[in-house]
């Protein structure tokens, strides 16, 4: 079994930038990857962004790249979101998700945080 707890979410302002956190406790094993999911009100969950746990190596939404970067502490079984560059698109319930690496990033992880708000005004 796998827990996620994330943290970080909060209301900015267009422009500013904010880092969301993810701890996973449980039995993650090193093939596993940390993603980043989102859902804006009225729509369909989206992918993010990934981290491989393996090697670190990270994979991105086009939407997203080049503004957020994932990062992790393999130590604390921690993952995060900085997200910078924030447009009131990015406002979505943000969740951390956990599985095999590939199923993550196909967008079909069985764990799953409990979501933290993001609300970027204009």
């Known amino acids: 079994q796998v827990r996620l707890v994330e943290s970080g979410g909060g209301t900015v302002q267009a422009g500013t930038s904010l880092r969301l956190s993810c701890t996973a406790s449980?039995?993650?094993?090193?093939?596993?990857?940390l993603g980043w999911f989102r859902q804006a009100p009225g729509k369909g969950r989206e992918f993010v962004g990934a981290l491989r746990l393996s090697d670190n190596g990270t994979y991105y939404a086009d939407s997203v790249k080049g503004r957020f970067t994932i990062s992790g502490d393999n130590t604390k079984k921690t993952v995060y979101l900085q997200m910078n560059t924030l447009k009131p698109d990015d406002t979505a319930v943000y969740y951390c998700a956990a599985d095999s690496y590939g199923v993550v990033v196909r967008g079909r992880p069985q764990y799953w945080g409990q979501g933290t708000q993001v609300t970027v005004s204009s």
């Open positions: 449980g039995r993650i094993f090193s093939q596993y990857g």
